[in-house]
């Protein structure tokens, strides 16, 4: 699939590597529907990608009947719904037992269900619109790429209930890729180490400093746009399909 037919719904879109994702595809002549809840972004994003090419919707992933309504939506300004990228997600840090005691329960379920229950629901959601798509080269009707972490392999101390909501997405990959084969969707995650987002800006410079040291080669925090340029090849490739791919400068995570 070439960029400039791409019409995609990305999720966590108006800012860090969702933003990235969308402004890539834009720049190569697609289209990019925004799919966030911070509505302040969401109006500066469409501001500055274009409102011919991008459209903001107000959408919490881990609400069945919002996701539906609003993919709907989407697939209205687009034409056509042909890739679903989920970039939605938060830390959710915290240790099983910790000094006030046990984590609470519904820490780890609202991590799962953003991470891996969200992820999930859009692209089931985007499944089910694009199986309709017309086929383009090899039959191929669509794309969903999803969103998992070096810490679904390497999680560090507490970063239990995030390495499991990120575990569960590269755990769902190749079944789902395998179950959309026939209707000519691929599924493809990528696994991003340690990236400059707008979390780490708030984070002290030694702190920076020590992040960047961690990573072999090359030294440094991941730029949103290698994410943005990685997710462009998986859409691009279309043999492509049903793997998770780490981008992380050969980053292995330490315990803590």
Not at 52 to 78: C, H, I, K, M, P
Request: glycine share 12%.
């Amino acid at each position: 699939m070439q960029l400039d037919t791409v019409r995609a719904v990305v999720t966590g879109g108006v800012s860090g590597l969702g933003l990235a994702v969308a402004s890539h595809i834009i720049d190569h002549g697609g289209k990019a529907v925004l799919l966030d809840i911070n509505d302040e972004k969401g109006a500066a994003a469409v501001t500055a990608l274009g409102s011919d090419n991008a459209l903001y919707l107000r959408t919490d992933v881990t609400d069945e009947a919002s996701v539906e309504e609003n993919l709907g939506r989407a697939q209205d300004f687009l034409g056509v719904l042909n890739v679903a990228i989920n970039c939605a997600g938060i830390l959710g840090a915290g240790r099983v037992l910790g000094r006030t005691g046990p984590m609470p329960l519904s820490g780890f379920q609202t991590t799962v269900m953003v991470n891996l229950v969200g992820s999930f629901n859009v692209a089931k959601a985007a499944a089910a619109r694009m199986q309709d798509t017309p086929p383009g080269v090899d039959g191929e009707r669509g794309v969903i790429v999803n969103t998992a972490s070096i810490a679904a392999f390497e999680g560090q101390i507490g970063q239990a209930a995030y390495s499991a909501s990120k575990g569960g997405v590269v755990g769902m990959t190749l079944p789902m890729a395998r179950e959309m084969a026939r209707f000519g969707i691929r599924v493809m995650t990528v696994a991003p180490g340690i990236f400059w987002t707008p979390m780490v800006d708030t984070m002290p410079p030694e702190v920076q400093e020590s992040l960047s040291a961690s990573i072999p080669f090359p030294s440094r925090l991941g730029q949103p746009d290698e994410f943005a340029r990685m997710v462009a090849f998986i859409i691009e490739n279309s043999y492509l399909n049903g793997e998770t791919i780490r981008l992380d400068g050969a980053t292995r995570l330490a315990p803590k």
